[in-house]
């Protein structure tokens, strides 16, 4: 019997992010369109017959028990499947931490969908993505698996018609945006009716037509660079540029590789940022 597992957890980017409306429990109504990008934490699993969770990372900025929330997620799978197995989890994070790329949630999402096989338990997608969103609402998306408008806090996935892939320069200015901060500082706008969206996409340009982000009102009066990396981007031959969530990670659409490595290499040479080139997935 299959005993463990390496599954890799890709980043996301919000190609938009409408903040609809907040709820009295302090959560928010979204409209998001959410991709997945190749930039992947790896995960492994492996059940061990010592009971407990164990959760390794090697990262100051993660937390490696209880706190993980890849953790909760072995825990919530184990208690369903009543085994006195242990699970040791391993996470090597290429995604960087609260940057707005769903790392966290991406990992959680590998750990509900590798150990639903580990542990045979047969869950469909459907309850897998319950379980997640008591975990983390961008959950559900990861483990929908593909573009997706997400609504409700991130729960209603209806995935998109047709969608172009791109190439992705992600650029991370290392600040500290924390996402509760963000909302709590988000005014919401009066809107008698939200634009409509599109479901289908036949090209990167009718993509960008639809990028947008209304935490960036936030964001980007309190960190103006998050604008500058935006210009550069598009400067540097990106058909559009937009932050990511709650930040403060920006990413640029690219048509083609080449131009988005040189727009990657070209920014790396002047600023000491995260950078990497990812493509759609
Ligand atoms: P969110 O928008 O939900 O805050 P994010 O993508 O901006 O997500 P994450 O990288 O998921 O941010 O991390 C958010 C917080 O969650 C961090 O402060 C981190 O300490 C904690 N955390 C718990 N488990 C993980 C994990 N497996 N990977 C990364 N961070 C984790």
Not at 101 to 128: F, I, K, Q
Not at 251 to 272: P, S, V, W, Y
Request: net charge negative; hydrophobic share 45%.
């Amino acid at each position: 019997m299959l005993q463990s597992m390496i599954i890799q957890a890709p980043a996301k980017v919000n190609y938009r992010l409408d903040v609809v409306g907040r709820r009295p429990n302090g959560y928010h109504d979204l409209r998001m369109i959410m991709q997945r990008v190749n930039l992947c934490d790896e995960v492994t699993l492996r059940l061990v017959a010592q009971p407990g969770i164990r959760v390794t990372c090697g990262q100051h900025d993660v937390p490696e028990g209880e706190g993980n929330i890849a953790w909760k997620a072995a825990r919530a799978l184990l208690e369903l499947s009543g085994s006195d197995q242990g699970v040791e989890i391993e996470i090597v994070k290429q995604i960087p931490v609260a940057a707005g790329l769903g790392g966290g949630s991406s990992d959680c999402a590998a750990v509900l969908l590798g150990l639903n096989e580990l542990l045979r338990l047969g869950l469909s997608l459907e309850r897998l993505m319950e379980i997640g969103v008591t975990l983390g609402a961008d959950v559900p998306f990861f483990v929908f698996g593909q573009t997706a408008l997400a609504e409700g806090i991130g729960e209603l996935l209806t995935p998109l018609a047709k969608v172009p892939t791109a190439w992705v320069v992600l650029v991370n200015p290392n600040l500290p945006v924390s996402t509760a901060w963000v909302y709590q500082n988000l005014q919401l706008t009066q809107r008698d009716q939200l634009a409509k969206l599109p479901n289908s996409f036949e090209n990167v340009a009718e993509l960008c037509d639809i990028l947008g982000n209304d935490l960036e009102s936030v964001t980007i009066p309190a960190f103006p660079v998050i604008d500058e990396i935006k210009r550069s981007l598009v400067g540097l031959g990106a058909s559009g540029a937009l932050m990511s969530g709650s930040g403060p990670t920006v990413f640029g659409l690219f048509e083609d590789e080449a131009t988005a490595r040189k727009a990657a290499a070209d920014l790396q040479q002047h600023h000491n940022w995260f950078l990497a080139v990812a493509e759609t997935c």
